[in-house]
Nanobody, 121 residues
Framework: QVQLVESGGGLVQAGGSLRLSCAASGSIRSLGTMAWYRQAPGKQRELVATITSGNSTNYADSVKGRFTISRDNAKNTVYLQMSSLTPEDTAVYLC???????????????WGQGTQVTVSS
């Protein structure tokens, strides 16, 4: 069994910062690309940032220069440092990981349950 558990969400004022974490646990053989998505009420899920196993990163234009994605492979954890937050960043933030499990070479995609980020004006 594999689990992705996010933490670090909450309520913050505009201009503030938050750091999200997502820890993957279970019978993980290899952890590939990890990503953060977000979904605001009434809107489609949006890709926020990705990071490969080699630490190459990509960001949505809306967060470039404000958000930083990083990972700790020893802890199977991905982080999202968010700064200069605006009310438009309010959403449920979900972690996503491509990984293979022990006993298989296939990579599958797993999702966390999400963590709420609310930015007040």
């Amino acid at each position: 069994q594999v689990q992705l558990v996010e933490s670090g969400g909450g309520l913050v004022q505009a201009g503030g910062s938050l750091r999200l974490s997502c820890a993957a646990s279970g019978s993980i053989r290899s952890l590939g690309t990890m990503a953060w998505y977000r979904q605001a009420p009434g809107k489609q899920r949006e890709l926020v940032a990705t990071i490969t196993s080699g630490n190459s990163t990509n960001y949505a234009d809306s967060v470039k220069g404000r958000f930083t994605i990083s990972r700790d492979n020893a802890k199977n954890t991905v982080y999202l440092q968010m700064s200069s937050l605006t009310p438009e960043d309010t959403a449920v933030y979900l972690c996503n990981a491509r990984l293979s499990r022990y006993g298989s070479s296939m990579f599958n995609t797993y999702w966390g349950q999400g963590t709420q980020v609310t930015v007040s004006s």
